[in-house]
């Protein structure tokens, strides 16, 4: 039998092994985003991947304020799904409330149900186009900052190991290292010293005065 033959003959008795299509994710809200004027108005979120000494992948769930720039977790592990991602930002809420709105990429993690059944009423996750990621430029710089200064410096040996070098990192970057783009202030310096200036006199005083 020919292989025109056998071909029909396939065809004929639909042997065909069906091809499945691309599992549908739902997507939220895509729109172009004004700058922030307060902190905790809008977060950035977006996964930086690295490994361990011995091969195995890790992954860091990176949280950014995009107006004081603070990073708000950097959160080590081997495996973040969406139901992790969820518990990452309840305990965020429970420090320092939620913002308005959250920018993400369109990421498996980022477009489940549990992120967006946890989203809905509480706040506007925005998504940012199909790679666009100058979309997310907040996150994205400091992801490029994280790599280039902590992740590329060093071999780590153990999962707890990742965990202490990259919190201290944050710490540093959070605390020491000042900003050209807040005036030379350091993320935590900045987001202080807009919060102080939003905080209402009391009453009895003068209301023109300048609160710093």
């Known amino acids: 039998m020919n292989r025109k033959k056998l ?3 396939y065809r004929e008795e639909r042997l065909m092994v069906r091809r499945r299509g691309r599992r549908k994710r739902a997507i939220g809200t895509r729109a172009p985003l004004a700058l922030p004027d307060a902190i905790n108005r809008r977060w950035s979120l977006d996964f930086v991947s690295d490994a361990l000494g011995d091969g195995r992948r890790f992954r860091i769930l990176c949280v950014v304020d995009d107006f004081s720039r603070e990073c708000l977790a950097c959160v080590v592990d081997t495996s973040i799904g ?4 969820v518990r990452e930002l309840e305990r965020l809420a429970l420090e320092r409330g939620l913002p308005g709105v959250i920018v993400s990429d369109n990421g498996c993690e980022l477009t489940s149900t549990a992120v967006l059944r946890w989203s809905l009423g509480r706040l506007d996750w925005r998504y940012i186009a199909p790679g666009k990621p100058v979309q997310n430029a907040f ?8 790599r280039d200064e902590c992740l590329n410096e060093h071999v ?3 999962l707890a190991e990742a965990r202490a070098t990259i919190a201290a990192w944050r710490d540093d970057y959070n605390h020491c290292r000042p ?3 807040l005036g030379a ?3 935590f310096e ?3 010293l807009k919060t102080q200036r939003q905080i209402p006199p009391p009453a009895g005083e003068n209301h023109n ?3 710093l």
């Open 82 to 85: 969406g139901v992790r991602v």
């Open 185 to 187: 202030l350091t993320p």
């Open 190 to 192: 900045f987001a202080r």
């Open 7 to 9: 071909y029909r003959i």
């Open 179 to 181: 900003h050209s783009s």
């Open 156 to 158: 780590f040996l153990s």
């Open 209 to 211: 005065r300048l609160y």
């Open 139 to 146: 996150v994205e710089s400091f992801n490029s900052r994280l």
